[in-house]
């Protein structure tokens, strides 16, 4: 789940620049075509929940809303979300002060250590998990394996925030004798709010939407049951009540993450050079700490990794299914890459739109990722599987309905990736462009593209490797016939196939996971530098 | 959109012309005529709707209401959405100098100068004939960031005259580079133009640069053209105090206008009056040139407060006894006056009068 990560915080940074850049005609008008479209598809969850309800009317509608039923899956997701959140900030928090702040011997190796469980498709590491044991199924399992999956996304921005902040504060804090611990309490954590709270919204939008390894832990949440509901009767009203509570849920979410948005900027530290810190003595708790922290690397990378050896050697006797393998690799490859294309295209224009044009156009453009990235993408693919049947029968399980589903669902990654890139070419170089004679589109094709090259292959490969793995939209709207590699691995883990699936679990951690791991990881560092 | 018909007229013609940002007005009803081969430069504090201007005489932008004409042609007529004329700016031929140059990143410097011109074109040698006129033959094959920033701006020029445009719109064109460069640019530059033959339209918040570059300036506040003229006029005869300031160092005495002079604290003096300001109090305007040493035996007694050299110049802060004047004059340099002596000045020509402040 890394994309989020950087697609957040780059979002956040939004809005100061917004005055700075005008609008200009060198912004083809065409640009406004795919805003309407992504727009219209944003709002399709929305409506499929408003026409479901409409058709079941307003005592049907509330009969499912108001159910023991819906109050056990709220009860059951917030509880998943909390937990999970919560052991993500204790373990992000404390591991990022080991790291950062403490003379814990071998800090380099921990610091590339402790952020690579990103690496880890939260998938996998569940099948990695059923594989050893059955007991991880349920609530208390599901916490841990989550835990253990989205840590880093805590970690990595309150690591940051620890290094950038000034020591001098703490300085004074020690010097009117403040002993450690209130030192952290008062000065410390109050500056860490900013980092931790965009981790903790991160982490709870992912616990709202997360499908497939709950899944497989047997853990009943909103998505679970509503994957439930829709495979029992294909567009089922109940289906959409449950949806509707979720798409409130991850709204909520994404409100205090606009609300916070603001106050976020003035808490930056300032961008000069900083002393560095002088680091904590752990003295005693050094060997403590050590060992805790192995044990997290231990359990979040070392026993997923452990237990895909085990699968694949002990395979390497049988016969592996290679052509199922191959195929499965071609299918992924197939989605992922056309996926890739289209949404970047798509991004691309918003961010053209965005920084180019002017007036409503260009706020539309401006917000629009946030509304998407609060979209579950399981009532995503709901939604267009609702709308398509109605609308566009023919277009029911056809590729091109499920590479839909991967634009809307991946453009905030396309747009945070492509950002930067289209920031640097400033509207004067198109300008020029257009004085000196050159259509709109030639100016895009001659000027504008060239100078982007890098950011867009980039966006191109980051979004690839994130559809490599996408399983919930996939799982509803792949065509007949077409299994991926995350597909592969759920349904082999389902049935309990633990050797079966190893290999496609292990070509998943391969091709996805660890450029996901560096991506996030340089990202992270560039902001860092800034 | 209609095509519009061609009329005879100006290189650049622009009347009427406005334009708002919601409720901001920006430009009120600009009317500006730029000759075939003149160079005019918009004077203006940031905010005063210059650039505005620019854009959209180079369509970049669309103005409320007004039209702009190039070489005849109308390119822009009436509002967004209106009936009239609206040629975009991919079609209006004119060559734009933006900013820091901008040059293109990914092309070289032959590229970027050949950028406008057709395939032909760039083969016909007017691409060496352009960097030969900017002074940078040779460097075609350089990338922009292998040049310095008068470089780049330099090949920004031959990158914008190459289609031979009839009018060139340069948007402070020397902003990003430092001063010395500023200075030494601003009259090759005139002189490129002037070679080039294009009529050119310059913005820019500097009085050296516009004094420097163009044959005439006009002077914008708050979205109007203020004042038009050669920077002589526009020295010599400011249409009011701010302007005047804005022209250069200005020295500001009360007094009282009876007739053809005034009286001041520097005696009486004679005046100009060409806006017809009435007897009685006024605002006298003096240019520290007009400070001279007075003949033997005869001037005002003034102090030094300070005096600094600048090569051939010396400039001097003055004020009169009991410090109810404060003067400046620029003389020559041969024997300057110390801080704190007395010099004996008298009042060569006559004091601009404009209304009381």
Known sequence: ?530 | MPECPILNAAALQVSGLAKSYGDTPVLRDIDLAVAPGAVVALLGPSGCGKTTLLRLVAGFDRADSGSVTLGGRPVADGPAGGRGCWVPPFRRGIGYVPQDGVLFPHLDVAANVGFGLSPAGRRSGRVEAMLDLVGMAGFGRRMPHELSGGQQQRVSIARALAPSPAVVLLDEPFNALDAHLRRTLCAEVRAILKRGGAAALMVTHDRDEAFTVADEIAVMRAGRIVQRGTPADFYRAPVDLDTARLAGAAMLLDGTLTGASAETALGRLPVRNPHGVPDGPVALMLRPEQVVAAAPGAGLRVTVRHAAMLGPLTWLDLETEGGAVALQACWVAAAPPEAGSAVLIEVRGDAMVFPPE
């Open chain 1, 1 to 530: 789940m890394a994309e989020a990560a950087f697609s957040l915080s780059a979002l956040r940074r939004r809005g100061s620049s917004a005055l700075a850049r005008r609008g200009s005609s060198a912004a083809p008008s065409w640009l406004v075509l795919p805003l309407v479209a992504v727009a219209l598809l944003a709002a399709l969850p929305l409506a499929y929940v408003a026409w479901q309800a409409a058709a079941v009317g307003w005592a049907g509608s509330a009969a499912l809303l108001f159910r023991p039923f819906t109050a056990a899956l709220l009860a059951s997701t917030l509880e998943l979300a909390a937990a999970v959140t919560l052991g993500s900030v204790l373990v992000g928090t404390a591991a990022a002060w080991l790291v950062e702040r403490s003379d814990l011997p071998g800090r380099s190796v921990w610091r590339v250590l402790v952020p690579l469980p990103l690496a880890m498709p939260a998938l996998v590491s569940a099948f990695a998990w059923l594989s050893l044991t059955p007991r991880v199924e349920g609530m208390a399992g599901a916490v841990l394996v989550l835990v253990l999956a989205e840590y880093p996304l805590v970690y990595l921005p309150v690591a940051a925030a620890l290094r950038g902040m000034d020591p001098a504060l703490e300085d004074v804090a020690r010097s009117v004798g403040h002993g450690p611990w209130r030192i952290f309490g008062r000065t410390v954590l109050p500056q860490l709010v900013p980092a931790l709270s965009g981790g903790v919204l991160l982490v709870t939008l992912h616990m709202l939407v997360e499908f497939g390894p709950l899944a497989l832990l047997r853990v009943e949440t909103f998505t679970t049951a509503i994957y439930e509901a829709y495979e029992l009767s294909y567009d089922g009203a109940a289906a959409a009540m449950l949806s509707a509570v979720l798409i409130a849920l991850c709204l909520c979410v994404m409100a205090a993450e606009l609300l916070l948005r603001g106050r976020r900027r003035f808490s930056r530290a300032a961008s000069g050079a900083i002393a560095a810190h002088a680091p904590a003595r752990l003295g005693h708790a050094t060997l403590p700490a050590f060992a805790g922290l192995a044990a997290l690397l231990g359990l979040a990378l070392g026993l997923p990794v452990a237990m895909l050896a085990y699968w694949l050697l002990l395979a390497r006797r049988a016969a592996l299914p290679l052509d199922r393998i191959l195929s499965a690799v071609g299918d992924s490859v197939q989605l992922a890459a056309l996926g890739a294309v289209l949404t970047t295209a798509v991004g691309l224009s918003l961010v053209l739109a965005a920084f180019r044009r002017r007036g409503r156009m260009a706020v539309l453009a401006e917000r629009l990722p946030f509304v998407v990235h609060a979209l579950p993408g399981l009532v995503v693919a709901l939604a267009l599987v609702y709308f398509c049947l109605r609308v566009a029968p023919v277009l029911y399980q056809t590729t091109a309905l499920l590479l839909v589903a991967y634009a809307l669902l991946f453009l905030p990654l396309a747009q945070t990736a492509l950002r930067p890139a289209v920031e640097q070419v400033p509207p004067a170089m198109e300008e020029v462009a257009l004085a000196l004679g050159r259509a709109p589109w030639r100016v895009l094709l001659t000027v504008t593209l060239p100078n982007i090259l890098p950011g867009l292959s980039a966006a191109t490969l980051l979004v690839f490797m994130q559809l490599m793995k996408e399983l919930t939209a996939t799982l509803v709207l792949a065509p007949t016939g077409v299994r991926t590699l995350a597909m592969e691995l759920w349904a082999q883990s389902s049935q309990m196939k633990y050797g079966t699936a190893a290999p496609y679990a292990a070509l998943l951690v391969l091709v996805s996971g660890a450029p996901a791991y560096w991506a996030t990881v340089e990202l992270q560092k560039r902001r860092g530098r800034r």
